[in-house]
């Protein structure tokens, strides 16, 4: 490993703080750095201290002379009059870049949708943002600085990203310094962590992962009196052990010391006492879709079929502009479709969380003791009665924010205050758009501590594929109009959208670029393709019939009385045997499609 660049007793002031005091760390090739810490204590002032762009008042930064290092800030430099074309490749000739399969990867892979001769000042906000991150891709740094690369990416642009990340150098080569709230993204491409709190730098070995559960041990040494952040790590590890990570074959941390670790932590959700408190308030229905279309300019959905349940937890993906808004509107009944019908249960109330948080511009000048002083009353969460002071201490207000106007507010601190007043409302339906934009990792921790025991109907549509996975219970993507089931989660969508080479956001091959070769089948025979064929068919054909049987088993659920504990914890027991059942039939599934893209 060969010293790239560091800092040495380097200090930088703003003047109403202090943000770092005499801090020493170093980048060696080969690192691949995550920066988590609190919005505000200086994540993004690290990244601009060691790339140059901010100057200490103490100490010094070092650089291995002739080191290159490309950022990508929050906000881009780009000539709003240039093209696109010209924002990514420069003034180097056609011939030059599309003869460079690395370069036309890249163009494909992060702005191939996006027209090659538009005016920069014409792109949308995310458009830009890829324009950006390509230019920066395109490349031959040394060191690369990303600040939030995964905003206003989806899904398949993200898993892109990461992928190339990871095969952009050899081992041992290059370095990486990636500050991200996206902890899925970090487990991806990070081998160590740093944490950015009360002006010092923090390193932790490992992914993000590893990084919470060497928080937790080392806060269990020291004995910690911050007890609540603890226990809110634990279950964010014990999320981490039991679910989708602990099933990869790229272990991030040590298992049988993570199983210790959380061996007295309850499940996330008690799910049966959830799915009762829901039937009392809700009944047995909720939404139901029936043959719903809708028509723009081209049919955005087509022929759902949905039955949304009480105490359904839902999550809904799918690429920008798949139908994903024109889907929530429909199941509000905001939105008529042009055939089919919704019938929305007689006891549903809806409350909404915009990603633009439209419901708090008409409290711009209170403060926030008086916003939430006009709710007296407390609401059910975990179990027991919450007040609104109790609410806003696990979403992370201090006293001191108490006093703050509405427009004072960060970001993060609006979308939170935003959650809790829509949770004091009492909805039974919850429908969270985009809810963790501006959220530190550790109010992302809380907000989904929150959710872990609100007991209603909840439909979440994010691209932070982490998020999505730890709160929602199933997973549906909105593919050509059609809402489809992913028993195998965000990695299912992603598999079938790169197996489908759809032109979507993303994915359009870069202009000008020869076609890519299609991919061999490995030297695999005829008779071994046509056998694993036969299998993944028999395969789906097997989930299909699971998945029929817990429909019905989830009808009989509904219909079940809510006071009969017995009745409903036999089905609840069926029905985790069916689906226990699914579960392996998905892993063969899976592990068969794998063979089969060999």
């Known amino acids: 490993m060969a010293f790239l660049l560091g800092c040495e007793k380097a200090g930088v002031d703003f003047p109403s703080e202090m943000v770092f005091d005499e801090i020493s760390l170093g980048v060696d090739t080969g690192d691949r750095i995550g920066i988590v810490g609190r ?164 390193p932790f070995e490992g992914g993000f992962s590893a990084y919470i559960m060497q928080r937790v041990e080392r806060e269990r040494v020291a004995r910690v009196t911050e007890e609540r952040r603890q226990n809110k790590l634990r279950r ?95 199941i509000q009944g905001k939105l008529r479709p042009t055939k089919g019908y919704v019938k929305i249960g007689k006891t549903v109330k809806f409350a909404v969380l915009s990603q633009h948080l439209d419901e708090l511009n008409a409290m711009g000048d209170d403060r926030v003791r008086q916003v939430v002083g006009r709710f007296g009353h407390a609401i059910m969460l975990d179990g027991r009665d919450q007040t609104p002071k109790q609410l806003l201490e696990r979403l992370g207000f201090s006293n001191a924010d108490l006093n703050e106007p509405v427009r004072d507010l960060s970001g993060g601190q609006k979308r939170r205050l935003a959650l809790m007043l829509i949770l004091l409302e009492e909805p039974n339906v919850l429908i969270l758009d985009e809810p963790g934009n501006d959220l530190d990792v550790d109010m992302l921790a809380a907000v989904e501590d929150l959710l872990d025991g609100w007991p209603g109907t909840l439909l979440l549509v994010t691209h932070d594929r982490y998020l999505m996975e730890r709160v929602t219970d199933n997973q549906y993507a909105i593919i050509d109009g059609h809402v489809r089931h992913l028993p195998g989660g965000v990695d299912e969508y992603v ?60 009808a009989r659920l509904l219909e079940a009385d809510p006071t009969d504990f017995v009745a409903l914890g036999e089905v609840q027991a069926e029905i985790d045997d069916l689906q226990a059942q699914l579960d392996e039939l998905e892993l063969v599934w899976l592990e068969t499609a794998d063979a089969l893209q060999q």
Request: glycine fraction near 10%; charged fraction near 30%.
């Open 236 to 330: 964010e590890l014990a999320w981490l052990s039991r679910g989708a990570q602990a099933r990869s074959t790229k272990q991030k941390f040590r298992i049988k010391a993570a199983q210790e670790l959380i061996a007295d932590v309850p499940p996330l959700r008690n799910e049966l006492e959830l799915k009762r408190m829901a039937i009392t308030r809700l009944g047995k229905q909720v939404v139901d879709l029936k043959n719903v279309s809708v028509l723009y300019d081209k049919w955005v959905l087509q022929d759902v079929e949905w039955l949304i349940g009480p105490g359904d937890r839902i999550g809904i993906i799918g690429e920008n502009g798949a139908g994903k808004t024109t889907l929530l509107k429909v």
């Open 495 to 554: 598999r079938i959208m790169e197996e489908r080479g759809s032109a979507g956001e993303g994915a359009c091959p870069a202009p000008a670029s020869p076609s890519a070769s299609a991919p061999s089948d490995g030297g695999m025979s005829n008779q071994e393709l046509r056998a694993l064929k036969k299998t993944l068919q028999s395969t789906e054909r097997k989930m299909k019939t699971l998945g029929t049987k817990i429909e019905g088993a989830k």
């Open 39 to 202: 919005n505000g204590d200086g994540k993004s002032t690290l990244l601009g201290l060691l790339s140059g762009a901010v100057e200490p008042d103490r100490g010094r930064v070092i650089r291995t002379n002739g080191v290159s290092v490309g950022v990508l800030a929050q906000n881009d430099a780009l000539d709003p009059e240039s093209t696109v074309g010209h924002a990514i490749v420069g003034d180097r000739p056609e011939y030059e870049w599309a003869g460079d399969a690395r370069i036309r990867s890249i163009i494909a892979g992060i702005a191939g949708d996006i027209p090659w001769d538009a005016a920069v000042a014409t792109l949308s906000g995310g458009q830009r943002r890829r324009v950006d991150l390509a230019r920066l891709l395109v490349g031959d740094d040394d060191v690369l600085m990303l600040d939030e690369p995964t905003n206003h990416l989806d899904v398949r642009a993200i898993t892109w990203l990461a992928r190339h990340l990871n095969e952009r150098w050899r081992e041992g080569q290059g370095a990486l310094l990636v500050v991200t709230h996206d902890r899925w993204f970090l487990d991806e491409v990070c081998s160590s962590m740093w944490e950015v709190h009360d002006g010092r730098i923090e």
